[in-house]
């Protein structure tokens, strides 16, 4: 059986890394070695996390992080962050094409990074709320947490490919 959490009936600390432990106030269980994932990795955002244990099995889901105690909200996000490390892009430098495979050049919240992608229409996902997810030829994962932020070059590179 799963457990739902609603809020601050669990304190979860830091074990390592992407792991984490949990401890029920109400019943006094503890957790350990757990890692967290989104059950919605695209849309969910903080909502609906799930606790799986070492085997891979769930055994509680988060309703929403934001609800959380804020030590343990903190270490929840920290996991996540590690978890899905994705790269932010905050500036495109520069786009070529060449046999339908385009080049780009970006400035992320880690660095300069250059990546292919074979096909925009498979690659570059415009969502909702203004973010951009972008998916490169070796399944690297890059976003764009605000299109209307980036400068008016990078918006005129990008413009076409959405």
């Known amino acids: 059986m799963i457990t739902y959490i609603d809020g601050p009936e669990i304190k979860i600390t830091e074990n390592d890394g992407i792991f984490i ?3 029920f106030f109400h019943t006094g269980e503890k957790l350990t070695g757990l890692e967290v994932h989104r059950l919605f990795p695209m849309s969910g955002g903080n909502k609906y996390l799930v606790l799986l244990d070492e085997d891979g099995e769930q055994k509680a889901v988060i309703r929403n992080a934001d609800n959380l105690m804020p030590e ?4 929840v996000l ?3 962050d590690e978890y899905y490390m994705m790269p932010r892009i905050t500036r495109i430098t520069k786009m070529t094409e060449k046999f339908l ?3 780009w050049s970006v400035e992320t919240d880690r660095g300069p990074i250059t990546f292919e992608i074979r096909n925009h229409l498979a690659s570059v996902k415009p969502l909702y709320d203004g973010r951009v997810l972008i998916k490169d030829a070796n399944d690297n994962r890059y976003e764009i947490p605000d299109l209307k932020k980036l400068d008016i070059k990078s ?3 990008i413009g076409p490919k959405l």
């Open 21 to 23: 432990d949990a401890e």
């Open 72 to 75: 343990s909200k903190k270490v």
């Open 78 to 80: 920290r996991a996540l």
């Open 101 to 103: 495979i385009w080049m």
């Open 155 to 157: 918006q005129r590179l």
